[in-house]
């Protein structure tokens, strides 16, 4: 039968009713869009023009690759032979990790908390235990791992698991006791049991807890210690099935491990103390320490310490053995940091940690447990860092980490993303940012270098940028789904350390956090950088080479919402667009500023939030400071934060907007061109004729409103170490469910949760991406009334006094006004009613007239209209390709060894010529929180109209490259991630990926060129993922190789004698004894087996390359070809030293033949 595509099917009713198919789905959508279609015969013909090339099939959403540290980790191991470690989480995820591109990220189902992790070394595969009592064994021979069999205990509770070296069968230790054992092969259950009740006396009249601890003796493989927690050892006999010795102690257990010889073992306790026990004497323990302890009197029990959770006991050849643990330091030292200790013969260093410590294991160059170890590193897993500390050097220095696990080392607030940017920055970034490096890293090569990776057919370059809580900023390299980091700029360096006793009177409206980083603005192509603070202030950087000692120039914008103040209305009387010479700032270094700090009981006016250094600045090479914006206090109230931001290299102009108006600043002549209310932009065109109201009776600021409190409250994690709950800076109710949330619900469901009376002037203090808004269910309406309640689709009766905040601005080179014959300089501006402003910019025409001349900025009186919040803007030129805003070419503005004549703009415009012929010739694309439209320019027909969503809204949406063609992806608060094609609209992809549970989310997801997009899954994870098939396609050849033949090291030769009196360990049958044939089956009731996945999932991995099996199958023949050779040599050579040996014991026995015993 023939398969049916429903998505071309899709295509072709779009393709042939475009009319229609790209209207949307709501009645009011499509009478827009067709109402603006047939008055003009250009935009017919312009449609005509046009032929899109992409289609549904360019289209897949897979998750590609996850980095950062695993949030919540709980479990550690790591595989000796093919040296790779596996992190569990409390989540129920698991990270394995090898050299640098090997990352893998697997997921539990259930999501039930890892345990315990377990490798079968050398074979790739892996044990994991979680806390819904299942084993899972894991297939890692694939690049994305499986799940090939799970084991579910239906009756007791896995508290700890044991897998010997080379063997199949698992040991699994329960919270009653018992110890039972699964074939690792079929993951069955053996009827084999250790019963809590046989392995201790029987005149023991309590239970021995859970089981803590288990593992096989060194010496003889038949032995199973078994360790219980109130502080009874058993030393259980696996032929005879009984004890052979027990071992009593008055302390509970919290782990054991064994001496190499398997003659001694180690226990840690809860007192803080070490027991070492020797089997020929368990009736006491052979020596017992407390390493933290004060020492007491002769007769006297040591003092006791903080519990010593874990001991490793690791011998060496050629020196003293190392005993670490973790824990145990005194209670009187209630403030000191966690810490490992290392005890190496009569040397005791203690390593204070940052973190609390989880987990952490000993490397060692042998998998043999009965061999010295020769410990050579620690990997310490700690709650919000990985760590891994070198044995071979006295003075223990880590290890240099190749793994980015530091994107949470201050908590992350914004993210971009620029895939296929320009392909010198990677290396630029990075010369600059390698000279800040930190020192004193060990000089060895990280431990963990297993699996293999390549760069795969993916080339272009990537970068990841993130802004912190703390005011930095991090350029990371994400080329080929790997992630390093180039470079870290700290923007609190341009600004005066608080004082303390100073923030209270001008910072009051930031309790913590004051330099959060709210959003990040920046053209790869001329390095200008722009990011905007939560204490309301906009930082204009620079990239130069060169390092230079410069004061810090500053500007300070006004910017007041005047339109609630109004008593009567006067339009004829009172102009709505004021003069702009008293809205012109005068352009001046805080140096001089005459701004004192308002005493307490006098109204704030006209001061920043934060203070601007006035010495001059030592400017490493890198990002510089070239300008510093901040808004003011104004007449009382603090400033509102920046929910819109926009930078142009080639106009020299910034733009930033919140809810209170818009500023424009000219940052190369230092100069504040505009600063004006919403309001007063409409001129005199607002056609919603705004109603007079009573003035506000209190404008004193509330001192514990949400919007201007910072991070405080950004995560609800008292210690504020990892943000386990990370909330939006602009979430307004204390509830646990966002209002975003329940406006995925229903449209109508926030109608009562807050009003502007509840929060007078910082309702509508918000980003674009998040908005808290109240919505109303629209019904059906005619073309006539649409565009009279297009401002007030948004909101509902409730919010109708709140403010219109200015939500997204672009610069580009476009028509101003209507039926405009030339292209200009333009600045579009989208508000949080869904009007879109354009204003023109008029710049001087020659190159060194733009140091002295003027800009002049006025509104056009253009005005467009969308349903709910502009959210982006970008331009496409009459043949359908991407218009990218005019930039400058960078230079190095500090470059010394440049003429100062030579100096001159080199600006790339980016706008094709517009020719004479009568007609448009740009497409507009806009797109708002409800729905894209596409104007024809300069007639401002609207071509196209998409209803996006109605029970919904967009988060965030952008206009991207895909293919060399142009496309609009949106993310929508119920978890769509939607694409359409440009100029038409129609729907390539409509997918539910990502149900909105966490505001972090919306505030860090991002699209990106090539079909790239992030967000962070998790407060110390980001999560990439792709929307193109293609890499889709070929994600399998880009990851890396988790599992590589290696041959398992020999183990060393134990010698004639060591062999004949050191243990029956190598006669030991397991399959034997524990099989279906001698010790039976289990209770069906005990645990269930639950096949996985992963037979599957391997067999379609293996079938994307034959001829790499073909090649691992030869070089697999050939490596048992040689082990067989290898074999043969050394039977022929145990066979000529049993002659050798047969020999002499012959000719001893002839010698003393005949001698009498006296004669010896």
Request: proline share 6%; aromatic share 8%.
């Amino acid at each position: 039968m023939k398969k049916f595509n429903f998505r071309k099917v899709l295509d072709g009713l779009t393709a042939s009713s475009p009319g229609s198919g790209s209207s949307g789905s709501g009645n009011s959508g499509g009478a827009a869009g067709s109402g603006s279609l047939h008055p003009g015969g250009t935009a017919g013909v312009l449609r005509e023009e046009i032929q899109e090339s992409l289609t549904s099939d360019y289209f897949q959403i897979c998750k590609t690759v996850r980095h950062g540290f695993p949030y919540q980790p709980t479990a550690l191991a790591f595989d000796p032979v093919q040296k790779i470690l596996a992190i569990g989480t409390g989540t129920g995820a698991i990270r394995i990790l090898g050299r640098p591109g090997v990352d893998c990220y697997c997921q539990h189902e259930s999501g039930a908390a890892v345990l315990q992790l377990q490798f079968l070394i050398n074979e790739g595969a892996l044990v994991s235990a979680s806390s819904d009592d299942t084993l899972h064994l894991w297939n890692l021979r694939q690049k994305r791992p499986a799940i090939l069999h799970s084991l579910k205990f239906n009756r007791e509770r896995i508290t700890y698991c044991h897998l010997p070296f080379q063997s199949k069968w698992l040991y699994v230790g329960t919270e009653r006791g018992n110890t039972h054992i699964v074939n690792i092969e079929s993951f069955i259950l053996s009827g084999y049991v250790i019963m809590w009740n046989k392995a201790i006396e029987l005149s023991t009249k309590t239970h021995p807890g859970p089981v803590v601890h288990l593992s096989d003796s060194p010496r003889d493989e038949g032995k199973l210690l078994i360790g219980y927690e109130n502080g009874t050892v058993v030393f259980w006999d696996l032929k005879s099935k009984r004890a052979d010795l027990r071992v009593y102690y008055d302390e509970a257990i919290h782990s054991i491990d064994w001496h190499h010889e398997g003659k001694q073992f180690m226990c840690s306790h809860s007192d803080g103390s070490l027991t070492l026990w020797n089997l020929k004497s368990p009736s006491r323990p052979f020596q017992t320490t407390i390493p933290h302890g004060k020492s007491q009197r002769e007769g006297r029990k040591s003092e006791s310490c903080k519990p010593i959770l874990k001991v490793e006991y690791k011998t060496c050849r050629n020196s003293e053995p190392f005993i670490i643990f973790s824990g145990g330091l005194s209670y009187d030292k209630a403030c000191r940091r966690p810490s490992l200790t290392i005890m190496h013969g009569k040397a005791i260093t203690v390593l204070e940690m940052d973190h609390p410590i989880v987990e952490f294991l000993t490397l060692c160059e042998t998998p043999y447990p009965n061999e010295f170890q020769e410990p050579y590193a620690v990997v310490v897993l700690l709650e919000k860092d990985l760590i891994v500390v070198d044995l071979t050097q006295s003075n223990f220095p880590i290890f240099e980490n190749p793994y980015p696990m530091d994107i949470h080392e201050s908590p992350v607030t914004c993210t971009a993303y620029f895939a296929d940017c320009p392909p010198d920055l990677i290396l630029v970034l990075y010369s600059i940012g390698v000279k800040h490096k930190k020192q004193g890293y060990s000089t060895k090569e990280w431990p963990i270098s297993g699996g293999a990776w390549n760069l795969g057919a993916q080339t272009y370059p990537e970068i990841i940028i993130t802004g912190h809580a703390d005011g930095s900023i991090k350029f990371w390299d994400a080329s080929a789904i790997t992630l390093q980091m180039l470079y870290k700029l700290k923007t609190s360096k341009v600004f005066e350390k608080q004082k303390v006793g100073e923030g209270k009177q001008t910072c009051e409206i930031v309790e913590e956090d004051p330099f959060a980083i709210q959003m990040i603005y920046w053209c790869p192509e001329s390095r200008i950088f722009c990011v905007s603070g939560v204490s309301a202030y906009v930082i204009i950087y620079k990239f130069s080479r060169h390092e230079i000692t410069t004061e810090i120039v500053s500007l300070e914008v006004r910017l007041q919402y005047d339109v609630e103040d109004i008593i009567t209305p006067e339009p004829e009387t009172s102009p709505p667009f004021p003069d702009l010479s008293s809205q012109l700032p005068s352009s001046r270094s805080l140096s001089g500023s005459t701004n004192t700090v308002a005493s307490e009981g006098v109204t704030k006016d006209s001061i920043p939030c934060l203070n601007v250094k006035t010495r001059p600045v030592r400017m490493p090479p890198g990002y510089q400071a070239e300008l510093v914006i901040q808004l003011v206090w104004v007449d009382g109230e603090p400033p509102q934060q920046i929910t819109s931001l926009a930078v142009s290299s080639a106009y020299g102009i910034v733009a930033f907007g919140n809810c209170n108006g818009l500023a424009v600043v000219d940052f190369i002549q230092k100069t504040v061109l505009l600063s004006m209310g919403t309001f007063d932009l409409y001129r005199s065109s607002d056609l919603y004729q705004r109603q007079p109201r009573s003035p506000r009776k209190n404008k004193q600021f509330i001192a514990d409103n949400f919007c201007m409190r910072g991070l405080s409250n950004f995560y609800p994690d008292l210690t504020k170490r990892i943000r386990t709950s990370y909330q939006s800076l602009t979430e307004l109710n204390d509830s646990p469910v966002p209002l975003e949330l329940e406006r995925c619900k229903s449209p109508t469901s926030g109608l009562a949760t807050r009003t502007p009376e509840a929060a007078p002037g910082f309702y509508r203090n918000e980003i674009p991406a998040v908005r808290q808004r109240n919505q109303v269910h629209h019904l059906p309406e005619t073309r006539e009334n649409s565009y009279n309640r297009s401002r007030s689709s948004s909101i509902s009766s409730i919010d109708k006094d709140s403010k219109e905040a200015i939500t997204a601005l672009y610069f580009m080179e476009s028509f101003a006004r209507k039926n405009d014959s030339t292209i200009s300089p333009c600045l579009f501006v989208g508000t949080s009613l869904g009007m879109v402003l354009i204003i023109s910019l008029n710049l001087p025409l020659a190159d060194e007239q733009r140091f002295t001349e003027p800009v002049m900025v006025l509104p056009s009186g253009t005005f467009l209209s969308l349903k709910g919040a502009v959210l982006t803007f970008s331009c496409m030129d009459r043949t359908g390709g991407l218009m990218q805003p005019p930039y400058e070419v960078w230079r190095d503005p500090n470059n010394i060894d440049e003429n100062e004549k030579s100096w001159r703009r080199k600006l790339v415009m980016n706008s094709s010529s517009v020719s004479q012929e009568i007609g448009d010739h740009q497409y507009a694309i806009i797109c708002s929180e409800k729905q894209a439209k596409v104007f024809s320019l300069p007639s401002q027909t609207c071509l196209y109209v998409h209803n996006i969503t109605e029970t919904s809204f967009i988060l965030q949406a952008n206009v991207v490259v895909m293919c060399n063609s142009a496309c609009l992806t949106c993310f929508c608060a119920n978890g769509h991630i939607m694409i359409m094609s440009l100029p038409s609209l129609r729907p390539m992809l409509d997918v539910n990926y990502l149900p909105l549970t966490d505001m972090r989310i919306a505030r860090t997801f991002c699209f990106s060129n090539e079909g790239q997009a992030l967000y962070l899954v998790s407060p110390t994870e980001i999560q990439r993922l792709t929307y193109s098939q293609e890499m889709c396609d070929n994600l399998q050849d880009m990851l890396g190789d988790l599992f590589t033949p290696i041959e398992t090291p020999e183990a060393q030769n134990r010698g004639f004698l060591k062999g004949l009196f050191g243990g029956s360990g190598q006669t030991f049958d397991r399959e034997e004894l524990f099989g279906e044939a001698s010790a039976g089956r289990a209770s069906r009731s005990l645990a269930q087996h639950i096949p996985g996945p992963g037979g599957i999932e391997g067999v379609k991995g293996a079938a994307g390359g034959v001829m790499g099996e073909l090649t691992r199958a030869r070089i697999a023949l050939d490596e048992r070809g040689q082990r067989l050779g290898e074999l043969e040599e050394k039977t022929a050579g145990m066979m000529t030293s049993a002659e050798a040996f047969s020999k002499h014991a012959h000719e001893l026995m002839l010698k003393y033949k005949d001698k009498k015993w006296y004669q010896f």
